[in-house]
């Protein structure tokens, strides 16, 4: 019986520990959102997540080198917006353009990187609560 209880309490930790971190994460992304510019193209925060993905040119999203510029290339913040009724179904929207990525402050870069990054980190949260609502179909 301890076991079946002492899972249930690493659940329950576990999801309370997401979430603290989804609010968290939520304050410091709209914080991102006007200090890289992104509302000057959006101009409302929750507009981001009609987006399907926020994307990065110019320096790396990979963890093993996270932030790590791409000399020559310019760093510039890329939606990918999707229209159903659309001949062309996606298409890619710039929300920030920043210039030459080695000119660009490291600092501001690493901004930027950590705007994406949160981005993302909600938007995986959405997705799976999308996801986990059509599963209901299935329930019988």
Known sequence: MSTALDRLKNLTNKISSYELARKENMILLKKLYKEVGIDNKVKN?????????????GASLVEENLGEIKEGK??????ISYDKEAKVKTTNVSL??????E????????????FIIRYRFEKSFMTLEHY?????IFKK
């Open 132 to 136: 986990n609502s059509m599963l209901t």
């Open 103 to 114: 000119n660009v402050d490291v600092g501001f870069k690493d901004s930027v990187v950590e």
């Open 45 to 57: 925060f929750d507009d981001l997540f009609s987006f399907k993905a926020i994307n990065l040119s």
């Open 96 to 101: 920030a353009y920043f210039g030459r990525v």
């Open 74 to 79: 310019y760093l510039q913040v890329l939606a």
